[in-house]
């Protein structure tokens, strides 16, 4: 069997304010809200990496690739069913601003509310073993290709965006959002492995 999923869908505007760092925080760790998104299940658990991934936090570098590697790690660990994911300490000790990440939260936040109009529990096909291992197959290709491409400006972020949108159809319960997530990453496989092969050939 696959992990939990979440108890209820999420809107996206709740997925956003549980990304948000609390007002006295002056610096974002990952480890913070582990225990919060986890209980939520994996839809959220992917959302925070791949949505900081997409952000200009994104552009500093090692945060593609340590982004990446956690996406990786988490899909992996759906793959194998695993109700409580880990992550190595180093990945739990990610950081960031957290007055830059909350700005960033804010500013998304009426956008998500228009969006949430659109995302509806739909396609529950989605909930079916081998239609979640498929989209963790793709989630966790996704965070593989993210390190490479850090080196090739702004390649990084189509598997990012790819995660996102997936999450973001399983937090709230909508297949169809997912696989639309599964179209944009296959379009970043393309793109990227066409930018890596031309920088090795």
């Not at 998104?37 to 991934?53: Q, T, W, Y």
């Not at 300490?89 to 007055?99: G, N, R, T, Y």
């Not at 996704?142 to 972020?157: K, Q, R, S, T």
């Amino acid at each position: 069997m696959l992990g939990k999923t979440a108890e209820r869908s999420m809107t996206l505007y709740e997925l956003l304010g549980r990304m948000q760092p609390r007002a006295q925080q002056d610096v974002f760790h990952l480890a913070d809200f582990w225990s919060v998104l986890e209980k939520r299940g994996f839809g959220p658990m992917l959302a925070l990496p791949s949505f900081i991934a997409c952000t200009p936090i994104g552009a500093i570098p090692g945060v593609p690739s340590i982004t990446g590697v956690t996406i990786l790690l988490i899909s992996l660990q759906i793959l194998l069913g695993q109700r409580h994911p880990w992550l190595p300490e180093k990945v739990m000790e990610l950081q960031c601003d957290a007055d830059q990440l909350r700005s960033i939260v804010e500013k998304v936040k009426p956008y998500a509310v228009r969006i949430d109009r659109f995302l509806v529990p739909r396609c529950f096909f989605m909930r079916q073993t081998v239609f979640r291992s498929l989209i963790a197959l793709n989630c966790m290709l996704c965070g593989a290709v993210m390190m490479p491409l850090e080196f090739i400006p702004f390649m990084g972020l189509i598997p990012a965006f790819a995660v996102l949108i997936m999450a973001i159809g399983m937090a709230t319960d909508d297949g169809a959002v997912a696989l639309v997530g599964v179209s944009v990453s296959l379009l970043g496989f393309v793109l990227g492995f066409e930018q890596l092969s031309g920088i090795l050939s």
